[in-house]
Each structure stands twice: as C-alpha cells, then as structure tokens.
T-cell receptor, first 114, second 117 residues
Framework: KAGVTQTPRYLIKTRGQQVTLSCSPISGHRSVSWYQQTPGQGLQFLFE???????NKGNFPGRFSGRQFSNSRSEMNVSTLELGDSALYLC?????????????FGPGTRLTVL | DQQVKQNSPSLSVQEGRISILNCDYT??????FLWYKKYPAEGPTFLISISSIKDKNEDGRFTVFLNKSAKHLSLHIVPSQPGDSAVYFCAASARYAGGTSYGKLTFGQGTILTVHP
C-alpha cells in the first residue's frame, strides 16, 4: 500500500500571503489529522477530519483551516501568513483513531515565510 | 501545560547494548500510547504502541512498558544498532474522551538517540 503523501514538499511564501497544503491518506483510511512541528513548540495538533467532517481542532488561530473531500484527501489552508507560521506541516492518516490503530505520517511540507 | 514529557533530550549508547527511552504523562484520560522515530525533514515513523489495558508490548527489537500507576512508559531497543540513531517521540491519545480528543496525539518533546558503532 502506498503511504501518506503530501504536496508540495517545500514552499516559500511572504508575509500576508496564503497557502494551501495537500494530503492524500493511505487507501482506506478515513481519518486525517494535521500537525505543526516547530523547534520551540514541538509537534502540535492542528485539526482532525473524519468522513469530511472536522471533529476536533487544536489551539490555533482561525487563519488555520482545513477540509476533507469524499475520497478522504485533505487540504489545509493558512491565510495571512506570519513569520511564526514557518514550520514543518505534517498530516497523518488512521483507520479509526478510536481504536487501536496508529496514525501514519506523511513526509511533511516545509513552509518558510519570509 | 505539557501533558507528555520526555525528560532526557538525548541518549548515547554503544552498538549492541540496550537503549531505554522514557516518557511520563499527566493526563489520566490517556489510554493509548505510541512511539515514533523521526529523521530530520521527514515525517515520524510509527514503531510500536500499547493500550492502557496492557503493561508490555513487544515487536522484534522493540519493547514498550507501561506503568499506569506511575504514569510512565519506556521504550527498550535491544540490541541497539547505528541505524536506530534518530529522534524518538512518545505520543499519547485519549481515544474515548470524545470531543477534543478525536484524532489527536499529544507528543513529548523527543529524545535524540545516538548509537555508536
């Protein structure tokens, strides 16, 4: 089975712009979670989608949003970029996060905001 | 409020010896624990997990121990190999807490493991 894929792998944007990141989960996985990794804060949960519904959202401002499509692919969007948004953005997919199934991570998108 | 803590930022061991990575948690709602290995600029790779109804789970060279009363878990790697050198993250999930727990893993800060040949 193919793993979790994320596109693009690298992005450079300037302050004030917006960005859209894409994630394709492992085939058959319906849950997609997004995380932000920074040197100072570590891995922080952004949000989770299951069957096109956002079920949970972490403590991030409203500039961070996402959605999930009927094929379970997910996108996250960051509007009005700030320098502090520079980070590695990771998505992870799971069969069922309420059972004993692990989350499997993609390679991440490295976002640099100048 | 750091609910999952890995107090050792780094660990250095000799090839062939045992590596023991530790993790403490504070949230009693956590009932599923995972260990991930991560290389720079890559996503975390799942290694092994344990449910709170167990106290040990083994998979090849990797064994995870859970001490619920102490809210402590550890990952043992035996024997350690140079290819094991990476950052190891402990993560926890409250699968049945509903609401703010859906699909959320809470991670520790990571421990850098270096295995010397």
């Amino acid at each position: 089975k193919a793993g979790v894929t994320q596109t693009p792998r690298y992005l450079i944007k300037t302050r004030g712009q917006q960005v859209t990141l894409s994630c394709s989960p492992i085939s058959g996985h319906r849950s997609v979670s997004w995380y932000q990794q920074t040197p100072g804060q570590g891995l922080q949960f952004l949000f989770e989608y299951f069957s096109e519904t956002q079920r949970n959202k972490g403590n991030f401002p409203g500039r961070f949003s996402g959605r999930q499509f009927s094929n379970s692919r997910s996108e996250m969007n960051v509007s009005t970029l700030e320098l502090g948004d520079s980070a590695l953005y990771l998505c992870a997919s799971s069969l069922d996060p309420t059972s004993e199934y692990a989350q499997y991570f993609g390679p991440g998108t490295r976002l640099t905001v100048l | 409020d750091q609910q999952v803590k890995q107090n050792s930022p780094s660990l250095s061991v000799q090839e062939g010896r045992i590596s023991i990575l530790n993790c403490d948690y504070t949230n009693s709602m956590f009932d599923y624990f995972l260990w991930y290995k991560k290389y720079p600029a890559e996503g975390p790779t799942f290694l092994i997990s344990i449910s709170s109804i167990k106290d040990k789970n083994e998979d090849g060279r990797f064994t995870v121990f859970l001490n619920k009363s102490a809210k402590h878990l550890s990952l043992h790697i035996v024997p350690s190999q140079p290819g094991d050198s990476a950052v190891y993250f402990c993560a926890a999930s409250a699968r049945y807490a509903g609401g703010t727990s859906y699909g959320k893993l809470t991670f520790g800060q990571g421990t850098i493991l270096t295995v010397h040949p």
